[in-house]
Structures are given as structure tokens and as C-alpha cells.
């Protein structure tokens, strides 16, 4: 091979190898956003932004799900306003499903008019909306637990609970044992928010 062919030879091989390496770090940040963006103003400031290099190294596969509690929600049935698209919502409701909630999933196609409907503040809003037969409200991804324990002895001035945006390790956004600490805020008639609880772990949503 004369020394032009060979150059040659190097530099497309060169340019095939970051090629390669391009695609596969859009494949692997594609894997963990599985959600669609959601719709109506959810604050970017909540949503978690992933670097290249993390990207890298995020598996497809979702951690274990949570220890399963089927009795936790039995008794509650509810429908999820979510996005045709979106993967963590059906996560999310699996999530809650196996913990004894009967779910009925509902693809809309402008989730701002069901969060509007429902009265969840602009920035208290994530990928789906759930609402129960008894007209309570819960936004995102909150932890079966939380659920069940506002359900028991829901205060007065509430009318539910949010987790804004799409915290990594809460239910249905699970990836590689990771997680981003949380709060689980209670929406309150009047328009108000107040923390109803701090997650600062996996275990303490179980």
C-alpha cells in the first residue's frame, strides 16, 4: 500500500472510531431519559441533567424494583394522566400497581389540561398526574408509601402530594443504584405547597 493509501486508511478509521463512540453515548443518555418531556411548565431546575460522561456508563436496565407491599394500596383506584411516550410513567405505575393500587392509565395529549384541571402549581409539576376516585391529587413520582400514609389521614388543607420533576431513584426512576435526594411536597387547597417529607435515601421510600 503506497503512503497515501495508508494515511488515508488512518484517518478515515480515525474519524469511524469517534463516530462509533458518538452513537453509542446518544444511546446510552437515550436509555435513561425513557420519559417524554413533560409537558406544562415543569421546572427544569428539577429535572436532572446528565453529563456525557455519566451517560457512559448508565445501563439500560433499571435497578430491582422496590420491595412490593400489595396490601399498602388496596383499596385505592385511581386514574394516571400520563403521555403516550413516556416510560417512566408505566414504570411509575407498576411501581404503584404493585403495591395494591387498581390504575387506570389514560394517554393524553396536553397533560397542561389535566395539571390545570387539577389545580397543580406550574412548579410542581412532572410527567403524569394522578387522581383518585376520592378527587385526591398525586403529581410524579411519589413513593407508594407517601400515598398510602397521606390516604390514611389526609390534613385538612390538602388535596395531595407532588415530587417535581423526575428525581433518579425515585419509583419508576430507578438506573444503576443511583439517587438524587428528594422531597415529597403536599399540595395544599389555597394554592400552597409545604414539604411533606425529606428522601434522603432509597430505603426510606420503601
Not at 114 to 124: G, H, L, Q
Amino acid at each position: 500500500m503506497t503512503p497515501l493509501k495508508i494515511k488515508s486508511s488512518l484517518i478515515f478509521n480515525r474519524h469511524l472510531s469517534k463516530g462509533l463512540r458518538g452513537t453509542l453515548v446518544l444511546l446510552a443518555a437515550s436509555s435513561l431519559f425513557a420519559c417524554s418531556q413533560p409537558s406544562s411548565g415543569v421546572s427544569d431546575a428539577n429535572t436532572t441533567s446528565v453529563t456525557t460522561e455519566n451517560a457512559t456508563a448508565i445501563s439500560a436496565h433499571m435497578m430491582t424494583r422496590s420491595v412490593s407491599k400489595p396490601d399498602l394500596l388496596k383499596n385505592v383506584s385511581a386514574t394516571v394522566y400520563k403521555d403516550a411516550n413516556c416510560g417512566c410513567c408505566k414504570e411509575w405505575i407498576s411501581h404503584a400497581e404493585d403495591n395494591g393500587l387498581s390504575a387506570t392509565a389514560q394517554d393524553v395529549a396536553d397533560l397542561a389540561v389535566f395539571k390545570e384541571r387539577y389545580s397543580v402549581p406550574t412548579e410542581m409539576r412532572s410527567c403524569h398526574t394522578v387522581v383518585t376516585t376520592d378527587d385526591y391529587v398525586f403529581e410524579g413520582h411519589v413513593p407508594a408509601k407517601y400515598m398510602a400514609q397521606f390516604l390514611e389521614n389526609p390534613p385538612v388543607q390538602a388535596m395531595g402530594l407532588a415530587v417535581p420533576g423526575m428525581p433518579v431513584g425515585s419509583p419508576g426512576m430507578e438506573y444503576q443504584n443511583k439517587f438524587m435526594p428528594y422531597q415529597v411536597m403536599q399540595l395544599n387547597k389555597d394554592g400552597t405547597t409545604q414539604v411533606y417529607a425529606d428522601i434522603e435515601s432509597v430505603e426510606q421510600q420503601l
